[in-house]
């Protein structure tokens, strides 16, 4: 098999060792009543079922089964005990999340592929074996670039055949290498949906290198699990259509953010430590949620230098501001978010109601929507 395909499919699985199950009437099936029989079927028998011939492959390919991926680094993600007992510490893992197909309580089934150095310049992908029950696991097909490297190239031979809502990106330092397969990948290859999130060390900039290939308003999340204090290099991030487009955006790390590129974000959450951010823009968050431009459901704005509750509630109507305790009475609210804490004005608008909360303590400021609370 030449390298780079098959490669999330180079795995046997006997699950019927001792039962021989037939059925010949397939071919006499119309399309869509083949497309509706396999939405139905797990992700490990469509992978077994697309590689029948090619109209079971063109069928799969047209139904997408929605999927979840992570790729993760075994050095970066666990632990330094883990790693000492970790027979391979270059070991990369690319999960593939499912859910069970038509059931109520989808329980999520992880789908694992093993990426290891082997003894020459590049790595394989060990294979899952069963047979009656038992697992093994034997060297699989062998590639000639490094773990990282290939374990991309999987994500998106996988995203022709899947539907892709989140990616986890767990890497300890992008490479040449991976830059250089990114750069081979068209954009019409989608690797997230809903949600894409950059876990590094180092150069969590790679993240803007991804964003071509996520749909627009999927989410954007970046983790430095260094702890660095670091100021988040290259605001032009923000600048990018898919970043202004994002639903969500969660940054953990301080971030050169200007007023100007915040307000141009159309996220309804967003969760960033922002020095630069005055408390003029967020007023112009507010009023633009009054006039029901802009949904809000959760921003949350840490680190900032300046902080002014009244100027954040500038050329809003005194009649639709209200205190948190009133609010509380007011909407018989019996959640677990208590904002008596700090300065906390309730704006009641078109949308319903906006909580306004300020920290001087920890230099941040919250808007959240009045239902996400309850």
């Known amino acids: 098999?030449?390298?780079?395909?098959?490669?999330?499919?180079?795995?046997?699985?006997?699950?019927?060792?001792?039962?021989?199950?037939?059925?010949?009437?397939?071919?006499?099936?119309?399309?869509?009543?083949?497309?509706?029989?396999?939405?139905?079927?797990?992700?490990?028998?469509?992978?077994?079922i697309m590689f029948l011939n090619k109209e079971c492959y063109d069928l799969v390919r047209k139904i997408k089964p929605k999927v979840d991926l992570h790729l993760e680094d075994v050095a970066?993600?666990?632990?330094?005990?883990?790693?000492?007992?970790?027979?391979n510490h270059d070991g990369v893992k690319l999960h593939i999340y499912w859910r069970d197909p038509g059931a109520s309580l989808k329980f999520v089934h992880d789908y694992p592929l093993i990426f290891v150095k082997d003894n020459e310049e590049g790595c394989c992908v060990q294979r899952l074996m069963s047979k009656k029950g038992k697992f093994c696991k034997r060297p699989g097909i062998k590639y000639s670039s490094n773990t990282i490297t290939a374990a991309t190239k999987a994500i998106f031979w996988l995203s022709r055949v899947l539907d892709i809502q989140a990616t986890t990106i767990s890497i300890r330092s992008p490479n040449a290498d991976l830059q250089a397969v990114l750069a081979e990948q068209s954009s019409s290859q989608k690797i997230a949906r809903e949600n894409f999130t950059m876990c590094t060390n180092n150069e969590p900039l790679i993240i803007a290198e991804f964003l071509r290939f996520l749909k627009p308003g999927c989410g954007v999340s970046v983790v430095m699990g260094s702890g660095t204090t670091e100021l988040f290099r290259g605001s032009e991030l923000f600048d990018h259509e898919i970043v202004r487009c994002a639903q969500k955006i969660s940054i953990d790390q301080k971030v050169a953010m200007t007023d100007n590129q915040l307000v141009r974000l159309a996220a309804e959450e967003i969760s960033i430590s922002a020095p630069d951010i005055t408390s003029e823009v967020i007023n112009k968050l507010v009023l633009e949620w009054l006039e029901g431009k802009r949904k809000i459901s959760s921003i949350q704005l840490h680190e900032l230098q300046t902080l002014d509750l009244e100027i954040i509630l500038?050329?809003?109507?005194?009649?639709?501001?209200?205190?948190?305790?009133?609010?509380?009475?007011?909407?018989?609210?019996?959640?677990?978010?208590?904002?008596?804490?700090?300065?906390?004005?309730?704006?009641?608008?078109?949308?319903?109601?906006?909580?306004?909360?300020?920290?001087?303590?920890?230099?941040?400021?919250?808007?959240?929507?009045?239902?996400?609370?309850?």
């Open 1 to 48: 098999m030449a390298e780079g395909t098959g490669l999330m499919f180079d795995v046997v699985y006997d699950l019927f060792d001792d039962l021989l199950l037939e059925f010949h009437r397939w071919g006499d099936f119309p399309v869509d009543v083949k497309l509706y029989i396999l939405k139905y079927l797990t992700f490990p028998t469509l992978r077994r």
């Open 76 to 87: 970066y993600s666990a632990s330094k005990n883990q790693r000492k007992l970790a027979k």
């Open 314 to 374: 500038q050329n809003v109507d005194s009649t639709a501001t209200m205190l948190w305790k009133d609010y509380v009475k007011l909407a018989s609210y019996q959640g677990t978010w208590n904002f008596e804490d700090a300065p906390t004005s309730v704006v009641r608008g078109p949308q319903g109601f906006l909580a306004v909360r300020i920290d001087t303590d920890t230099n941040t400021c919250m808007l959240v929507d009045g239902y996400s609370i309850s």
